[in-house]
C-alpha cells in the first residue's frame, strides 16, 4: 500500500479489526521511510460491476459516488454515518448479488430510493426531486400525496 503522504510503498498494517458488521476490515498503517499513519478499509468485491446508463453508456461501478450521492441527499440531516455505510454496503451487496456483471442505473437509484424511504423522509424527498426529474412544484405534491402516512395513533 502506497503511503499517502510521501509516496513510498513499504507500508506496514500495525491494527486489523472488523468494521461494518464484518463486511470489511480497518487496517492502520504506518509508512517505514516518513513514519506517517493512515487507515485503509478493505472490502469483499464478489465482482466487478458495470453501470448501464440510460444513454448506453457503461461506466465502472464506484461505490465512492453512490456514498456521495447519498450524502448530498442527507446534507444537514441528523442520520448516524454507520446507518448510511450499512445502507450503502447493503445496495452494493444487493448489486452484486444479482449475478449480472451489468446493472441499470435504474436499479441503482430504486435501491438507493427504498433505502433512503427507511432512512430519512426528507433525504428520500431530495433524491427522488433529482431521481425522478422533477421540475415544478406540483411533481413535489404529486410524489408527496403518494407517500405513505406513518400510523400516528
Known amino acids: 500500500m502506497r ?3 510521501c509516496g513510498c510503498e513499504d507500508t506496514q498494517v500495525k491494527d486489523s479489526r472488523p468494521a461494518e458488521d ?4 480497518r487496517r492502520r498503517r504506518q509508512c517505514s521511510a516518513c513514519g506517517g499513519r493512515f487507515t485503509t478499509f478493505e472490502r469483499v468485491q464478489l465482482r466487478e460491476l458495470v453501470v448501464l446508463k440510460n444513454s448506453g453508456r457503461k461506466t465502472p461501478f464506484d461505490r465512492d459516488k453512490l456514498m456521495r450521492s447519498i450524502g448530498i441527499a442527507l ?14 454496503s447493503g445496495i452494493v451487496r444487493r ?3 444479482m449475478g449480472e456483471s451489468e446493472v441499470e442505473s435504474k436499479k441503482i437509484g430504486e435501491l438507493v430510493m427504498e433505502g ?7 433525504a428520500y424527498v431530495r433524491y427522488a426531486s433529482v431521481y425522478r426529474d422533477f421540475r ?8 408527496l400525496g403518494g407517500m405513505e402516512e406513518p400510523d400516528r395513533s
Not at 116 to 122: G, I, K, P, R, T
Open 22 to 25: 464484518g463486511s470489511s476490515i
Open 75 to 88: 446534507r444537514k440531516r441528523n442520520v448516524d454515518p454507520e446507518r448510511v455505510d450499512q445502507m450503502v
Open 3 to 5: 503511503c499517502p503522504f
Open 116 to 122: 433512503l424511504a427507511n432512512l430519512d423522509d426528507v
Open 136 to 143: 415544478e412544484a406540483k411533481d413535489f405534491e404529486q410524489f
Open 95 to 97: 448489486l452484486e448479488s
